[in-house]
């Protein structure tokens, strides 16, 4: 073991829950795979593979920038550009070839010259905000009126489909219904005045999983597709597979004694004589500080706490409770070793936060190894 901090994405893993979500969607439902932030941490492009080998037809991606990524990786799927497109990402997203997402008549003004004399027409979709709050307009109207300018944008441009998306499918399923009670007369409304296929669509990983009235055409999926818990519970009581593993290993091993402390602010003095490791993880690479004295890693099949203040670069383990360790052995923060095993979401509770924020804080200093249940990948 000589990388200081690796996370191993098992593609497999991802292809087998993309798998598992296509099976609860009834046939005529697709599965768009979310790989914005990079996959949610995991790599964009091989995530994106992954998730299409396993049954997803299309993908979607936050910024317009994500979107040309792809494109550059060879990915050739339809791409949806989630997030608000200023005025000098809207070009970059059309070439790209990527759908975008509008809620506005005044959006289709600025998108019309974009594309006239585009060889093939872009999709559009329209959004109604039905309760998050965020991007879209509340006013069922607007989204109509945006509905039709997009119908008479002329040759560059098709509508697509139309989309809203939901504040609480992960906690209060009342409030999602209300949503949904919401978005289904202006999907009624669309399919009225639609001339070509429209695909419409609602649900995120909570909502395909909770909520199968919420699926429509399509649904969008992120953190189910990494083997992510959206309740930020455990994954495995949705049947889905962790699909990342961040590991490091034990850089120093020495005594303290009862009295002496460690790291900065000497948050963690030894109540007893012990043994402190030392792991060449820290927040600089994702491993938060909101975890510092306040969880476990895993080192030779055992669990080791936490001691003292998360620093940019290094961790402090207490190995003096439980088995000795030596310097050069494999530790695990997020995945299994023999029988124990650590979720990101057990380790984003104790944190405060939710798996979708560890997982994007991994930084880029981290290498990411691939490879399909343990083997290279085809
Ligand atoms: C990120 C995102 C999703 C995916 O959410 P998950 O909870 O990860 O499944 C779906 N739709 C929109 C609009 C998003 O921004």
């Known amino acids: 073991m000589s990388l200081r901090v690796i996370a191993e994405v098992n593609l497999a893993a991802i292809e087998r829950n993309a798998a598992r979500l296509r099976a609860r969607l009834g046939s005529h439902t697709q599965l768009c795979a979310v790989v914005k932030a990079d996959g949610y941490g995991h790599g964009a492009a091989p995530a994106a593979r992954a998730a299409l080998r396993g049954g997803a037809t299309t993908l979607a991606v936050a910024t317009a920038a994500e979107a040309a990524e792809l494109r550059r990786a060879g990915l050739d799927a339809t791409?949806?550009?989630?997030?608000?497109?200023?005025?000098?990402?809207?070009?970059?997203?059309?070439?790209?070839?990527?759908?975008?997402?509008?809620?506005?008549?005044?959006?289709?003004?600025?998108?019309?010259?974009?594309?006239?004399?585009?060889?093939?027409?872009?999709?559009?979709?329209?959004?109604?905000?039905?309760?998050?709050?965020?991007?879209?307009?509340?006013?069922?109207?607007?989204?109509?009126?945006?509905?039709?300018?997009?119908?008479?944008?002329?040759?560059?441009?098709?509508?697509?489909?139309?989309?809203?998306?939901?504040?609480?499918?992960?906690?209060?399923?009342?409030?999602?219904?209300?949503?949904?009670?919401?978005?289904?007369?202006?999907?009624?409304?669309?399919?009225?005045?639609?001339?070509g296929e429209l695909t419409v669509h609602a649900a995120n990983s909570a909502a395909l999983l909770r909520l199968p009235d919420s699926h429509f055409d399509m649904v969008r999926a992120g953190i189910a597709l990494y083997g992510g818990d959206p309740m930020n519970h455990d994954p495995a009581d949705h049947g889905l597979e962790p699909a990342l593993e961040l590991k490091s290993y034990v850089a120093a091993v020495k005594p303290i004694a009862a009295g002496q402390s460690v790291g900065y602010g000497r948050r963690f003095v030894a109540p007893r004589d012990s043994v402190i490791a030392t792991l060449p993880v820290g927040y600089g690479d994702g491993f938060v500080r909101g975890l510092g004295d306040n969880c476990e890693v895993l080192i030779g099949g055992r669990r080791y706490p936490v001691r003292g203040i998360v620093s940019m670069d290094n961790i402090t383990v207490e190995a003096g409770l439980a088995a000795p360790v030596e310097v050069g052995q494999q530790v695990t923060i997020i995945g299994s070793d023999g029988a124990q095993r650590q979720t990101a979401e057990e380790l984003a509770r104790r944190a405060g936060t939710i798996s979708y924020e560890l997982f994007c804080a991994i930084s880029r200093r981290v290498p990411r190894a691939y490879h399909c249940d343990g083997r290279p990948c085809e």
């Open 79 to 195: 791409i949806l550009v989630l997030g608000a497109l200023s005025d000098e990402e809207l070009p970059l997203a059309v070439a790209a070839g990527a759908e975008i997402i509008v809620w506005e008549p005044g959006f289709i003004d600025a998108l019309r010259p974009l594309v006239a004399g585009a060889d093939r027409p872009i999709g559009v979709h329209v959004k109604l905000d039905t309760g998050l709050g965020r991007l879209g307009t509340r006013d069922p109207e607007r989204a109509l009126a945006t509905v039709r300018a997009v119908l008479a944008g002329g040759s560059g441009m098709k509508l697509a489909g139309v989309m809203t998306h939901f504040a609480t499918a992960d906690d209060d399923l009342g409030f999602a219904a209300d949503q949904l009670r919401r978005f289904k007369p202006f999907v009624a409304e669309s399919r009225a005045l639609a001339t």
